[in-house]
């Protein structure tokens, strides 16, 4: 790999593109922006991309977009090593008992950046049954964390005695 | 001479046949009157099998149903406890009871009689009369109280054996019963405490459970 090639990677793995992802939806919404612009790239005589910077992608995006012009790289090789980088990002699907802020997906993704690593993608979804804690599938593995699955072991393992204090209960009610 | 002969020859002739006639008519009319006969008894015989064939079917619809009302006294027989079972045993052997009275009573005013009776009969035939009567009152008085003793048996017999299906049933549907109450227990209790956890509290579950899967090398990175 060539020193250029080199720099052209980890300035596409220190781009505030790839930075600012901590989603799937984020990354494929981002993917749809990126094919836009590189088709616009050779229109209107070279002046469809930045008409698309202007009117076809959101804010943020068009001002990283700018800081990577400023430092002079190709832009259609860099766009297109964004792609491939976000297509080399690990997917980490976590089912919530709750319904996220943007703060709460800050933090899970901080986590489990921390546990597996910067190039993680969260799929997150919503599954009121669970009724607190998660589901995270990893490559196919399947965890979970749920408060449901710990209260129903738990559930079961004292059910005649749960049955015994309501029966008692009961009881001394009717007394 | 000849010829009043004549006459008389054709005349007991003529009667002879006459008479020959009369009894062909009887014997035609007597075979008329027993195919008819036999018609009606045929006919007779059939409505009766119908009849019988009807009876025995309302005998068995009957029974049927008493068998049914049957399972359901049994049934019901929960309401039984062992003190009515005790005051049916007692009625029983009231009832017992008084019939050997009277029987015993009617037995005495027969003996009574009959040792009048007796008085004018030889004494050695008098004691055998008395001593078979007195044997066939023993004999009697036995069996009596034998059958009382069965029926008692049966009874209880019959009041243990729906006793316990009756434990039998009420243990299934308690089971049933915790069951549902258990399930109950679970959906409510899993209702409130998703009512009861706050974002942040979430949040915190949700961490730790990564925390806990890298604790247990779980979804490690390959």
Request: glycine content about 2%; proline content about 1%.
């Amino acid at each position: 790999m060539s020193q250029r090639a080199k720099n052209d990677m980890e300035s596409v793995s220190e781009s505030v593109l790839i930075n600012h992802l901590r989603t799937q939806e984020e990354s494929l919404k981002l993917l749809d922006e990126i094919d836009l612009l590189l088709n616009s790239l050779y229109e209107e005589k070279g002046e469809g991309f930045e008409l698309a910077l202007k009117s076809k992608v959101r804010s943020w995006v068009t001002e990283a977009i700018r800081e990577e012009m400023s430092k002079g790289v190709d832009m259609e090789e860099f766009l297109k090593s964004v792609k491939n980088e976000i297509a080399s990002f690990k997917e980490l699907k976590i089912s919530l008992a709750f319904e996220p802020t943007s703060l709460s997906i800050e933090k899970i993704y901080m986590q489990a950046q921390g546990i597996w690593g910067r190039k993680i993608l969260l799929n997150l979804s919503y599954d009121p049954n669970l009724i607190a804690g998660c589901v995270i599938i990893f490559e196919g593995e399947y965890r979970d964390f749920s408060l449901r699955k710990a209260f129903k072991k738990e559930f079961l393992q004292k059910k005649e005695q749960i049955l015994s204090l309501f029966k008692d209960y009961q009881v001394s009610d009717q007394v | 001479m000849d010829l009043t002969l004549t006459y008389l020859i054709i005349l007991t002739f003529v009667s002879l046949i006459l008479f020959l006639l009369a009894l062909l008519i009887i014997y035609l009319r007597l075979i008329a009157k027993y195919l008819k006969l036999k018609e009606e008894s045929e006919k007779s015989l059939k409505e009766e099998r119908k009849k019988y064939e009807d009876s025995f079917r309302d005998a068995q619809k009957i029974v049927g149903a008493a068998r049914i009302k049957a399972i359901d006294i049994i049934k019901n027989a929960e309401e039984f406890n062992k003190d009515q079972l005790a005051k049916i045993s007692e009625v029983l052997d009231q009832s017992s009871q008084l019939s050997l009275k009277s029987y015993q009573e009617a037995l005495k005013n027969i003996q009574d009689e009959m040792g009048k009776v007796l008085l004018s009969v030889p004494n050695n035939i008098n004691n055998s009369i008395v001593s078979a009567i007195q044997s066939f009152s023993f004999s009697l008085q036995n069996q009596f109280t034998n059958a009382q003793k069965k029926m008692l048996e049966d009874f209880t017999n019959l009041y243990k054996s729906s006793e316990a299906d009756i434990e039998n049933y009420k243990r299934e549907r308690l089971k049933v019963l915790d069951s549902l109450i258990l399930k109950v227990i679970e959906e409510v209790s899993l209702r409130v405490l998703g009512k009861e956890i706050s974002v942040e509290e979430h949040e915190k579950l949700v961490l730790k459970a990564l925390e806990e899967a890298k604790r247990k090398n779980a979804l490690e990175d390959r």
